[in-house]
């Protein structure tokens, strides 16, 4: 069973759409998590974090369901710019490293 | 300007060469850690180290060595092994005081190639 699993799409919204990827994950004593966004052939980069109370930044929402043991990324007025693959990630209480899921392919067309 | 740095940005490899890559980081993180990420999957931990001139092995070790010999610098060694090195290494850093708990931050990766 993966620590980490995530619909892979591909998930192809037009601009302006709000699209919106969850996350499910295995270890009910997960404590952090993340989201991070990986271009193609490119590094991934932390998007934002997640917390409990959920947060926002900007046009990016993210949310932590610790009873369903999920998480989820909300994206408002889609630009083609956030064409993207979105990976979630997790740290696990007494782990030294993070896991993280496979990614869900975002495309968003003019 | 603050951050990770991988060489060389591509690299082939003849089949029974071993190959190493460089990962530096100045960002002042105590941790870093080595994955492979292969065309449809997910990251994967190769070796990972706390402190310096301590590393431990993550899932997938075999056929990899790495030392840690300054807080700086984590280079990985792809040795004739491993069995199938083609793939892009990425490198990653993290701090205990700074930024988000256990949050990473990647090097620009190297891409191999074995011939």
């Known amino acids: 069973r993966k620590e980490v699993e995530q619909d892979p799409g591909p998930f192809n919204v037009p601009e302006g759409a709000t699209v919106a990827f969850n996350c499910t994950y295995s270890?009910?004593?997960?404590?952090?998590f993340f989201w991070y966004r990986q271009d193609c052939r490119k590094e991934p980069k932390l998007l934002m974090s997640?917390?409990?109370s959920g947060n926002e930044d900007g046009r990016f929402t993210a949310q932590l369901n610790r009873a369903s043991q999920y998480i989820s990324l909300l994206i408002r007025d889609s630009k083609l710019s956030d064409s993207a693959t979105y990976l979630c990630v997790v740290h696990e209480a007494g782990a030294n490293n993070l896991f993280f899921g496979t990614g869900t392919r975002l495309t968003v067309i003019p | 300007d603050g951050g990770i740095t991988q060489s060389p940005k591509y690299l082939f490899r003849k089949e029974g060469q071993n190959v190493t890559l460089s990962c530096e980081q100045n960002l002042n993180h105590d941790a870093m850690y080595w994955y492979r990420q292969d065309p449809g999957q997910g990251l994967r931990l190769i070796y990972y180290s706390q402190i310096v001139n301590d590393f431990q092995k993550g899932d997938i070790a075999e056929g990899y060595s790495v030392s840690r010999e300054k807080k700086e610098s984590f280079p990985l060694t792809v040795t004739s092994a491993q069995k199938n090195p083609t793939a892009f290494y990425l490198c990653?850093?993290?701090?205990?005081?700074?930024?988000?708990?256990?949050?990473?931050?990647f090097g620009p990766g190297t891409r191999l190639t074995v011939l």
């Open positions: 997640v917390y409990s």
């Open positions: 990653a850093s993290s701090s205990s005081g700074e930024g988000p708990p256990w949050a990473q931050y």
């Open positions: 270890n009910s004593a997960s404590q952090s």
